[in-house]
């Protein structure tokens, strides 16, 4: 308990570089809780107030943490085409509801080199026609990449939109084979 009464859960965090650009990882006691694009010095501050009110206490960077340092392996393996799922504890807790059930979805029923279209993804989880609440659902998704929101795409064969930018879908989707490299 912090000295308002409130439970506290440390926060780890830790900014790995990728091939898509520097990723932010944090992780509670629970797992991986939030995978953060373009982790710049304002975005890193931005999100680790944002975790120190939702927590309850200041995020420590540790990237030895165990989580931390196995969520970087596995993610280093994957944008070196070594690794197609990721076998890692997730804290849910930045999601909840509707939102948190179609991400459930997405990371356990769309594999590696596969895309789903907005509308059956809200068919599979029982809404038909709730294509756009996925599209907020995608967009409130707070582990992007090991839940893996870029193989989310319109019906038409659009890519739809992306919360790190539509190149960085582009990038994702050409690793696991979706769509051609670009030629230029």
């Not at 091939?19 to 694009?37: E, S």
């Not at 870029?150 to 979706?178: M, N, P």
Request: glycine fraction near 14%; include cysteine.
């Amino acid at each position: 308990m912090d000295s308002h009464g409130q439970d506290e859960q440390r926060v780890v965090w830790a900014v790995v570089a990728t091939d898509i650009g520097p990723l932010m990882l944090a992780a509670t006691r629970n797992g991986l809780v939030n995978v953060v694009f373009h982790a710049t010095d304002a975005v890193r501050e931005r999100t680790l107030e944002r975790l120190a009110a939702r927590f309850g206490g200041a995020p420590v960077a540790d990237p030895r943490a165990p989580v931390l340092a196995e969520a970087i392996r596995q993610l280093r393996a994957y944008f070196a085409g070594e690794r197609q799922d990721f076998e890692l504890p997730l804290d849910w807790s930045l999601i909840s509801g509707f939102n948190r059930q179609v991400l459930r979805e997405l990371a356990s029923g769309v594999p590696y080199g596969s895309v789903v279209g907005y509308g059956d993804l809200a068919g599979r989880v029982g809404q038909p026609g709730g294509a756009q609440a996925v599209g907020a659902a995608m967009g409130a998704n707070p582990l992007p990449v090991v839940v893996p929101c870029h193989r989310v795409v319109e019906s038409d064969g659009g890519l739809g939109g992306f919360g790190g930018g539509l190149e960085t879908k582009r990038r994702l989707l050409a690793l696991e084979g979706v769509l051609p490299e670009p030629l230029f």
